[in-house]
């Protein structure tokens, strides 16, 4: 059964960069067709998805990016194959990055499902 | 791209029927039938309800059901129980390969 967890600091000083690590167990990151994404919820407000990084089954160099354009500018989300995981960085962190971040997996036939989620990890951005 | 609208709160009486609509734009809910709905326990990962619009995940109650009609996504729950007090969300696939959120919905069973 696929796990996610997701993984990194607690908390972050405002203007530095917010670091997230999701380790995927139960299955491969390497695996063809399925989307790899992030999405967040501050306290008090709804869902908001950040990125994806697509695996299409050729070699990960060609692994397909997507963002919120919202986020575009400050987001990168990688891979790392040898230790199964996927990353999130979001830089020039603000309060309005506190949130409850989750790492999900999305499967290439249907586009628009998250169907798998981790648990989420709070990250709260303060002095 | 602007989250899609949905009702802050809706509430029923155990055993009735409640719909939550979602609203976007011919660039994501009009556009594709790539609408899933989820449901948002505090502190718990949220949990995939519909998918493809009116499609039902394995284990999912069939108290659930889902919807569209142009540019406006549907869920119904009918039936209503305790348990169904959550937020839900709807989300779509976009015209540009992302996705979007709607705006939550907050169930209360009276």
């Known amino acids: 059964q696929l796990q996610l967890q997701e993984s990194g600091p607690g908390l972050v000083k405002p203007s530095e960069t917010l670091s997230l690590t999701c380790t995927v167990s139960g299955g491969s990151i390497s695996s063809s067709n399925y989307f790899w994404d992030w999405i967040r919820q501050p306290p008090g407000k709804g869902l908001e998805w950040i990125g994806t990084?697509?695996?299409?089954?050729?070699?990960?160099?060609?692994?397909?990016?997507y963002y919120n354009p919202s986020l575009k500018s400050r987001v990168t989300i990688s891979v790392d194959t040898s230790n199964n995981q996927v990353s999130l960085k979001v830089s020039s962190g603000t309060a309005a990055d506190t949130a409850v971040y989750y790492c999900a997996r999305r499967s290439g036939y249907y586009y628009g499902s998250v169907a798998d989620w981790g648990q989420g990890t709070l990250v709260t951005v303060s002095p | 791209q602007s989250a899609l609208t949905q009702p802050a709160s809706v509430s029923g009486s155990p055993g009735q029927s409640i719909t939550i609509s979602c609203t976007g734009t011919s660039s994501d809910v009009g556009g594709y039938n790539y609408v899933s709905w989820y449901q948002h326990h505090p502190d718990k990962a949220p949990k995939l309800m519909i998918y493809?619009?009116?499609h039902r995940p394995s284990g999912v109650s069939n108290r659930f059901s889902g919807s569209k009609s142009g540019n406006t996504a549907s869920l119904t729950i009918s039936g209503l129980q305790a348990e169904d007090e959550a937020d839900y969300y709807c989300?779509?696939?976009?015209?540009?390969?992302?996705?979007?959120f709607g705006t939550g919905t907050k169930v209360t069973v009276l």
């Open positions: 990084l697509f695996n299409s089954g050729s070699t990960y160099n060609s692994g397909r990016l």
């Open positions: 493809d619009v009116s």
């Open positions: 989300c779509s696939f976009t015209y540009s390969s992302t996705l979007v």
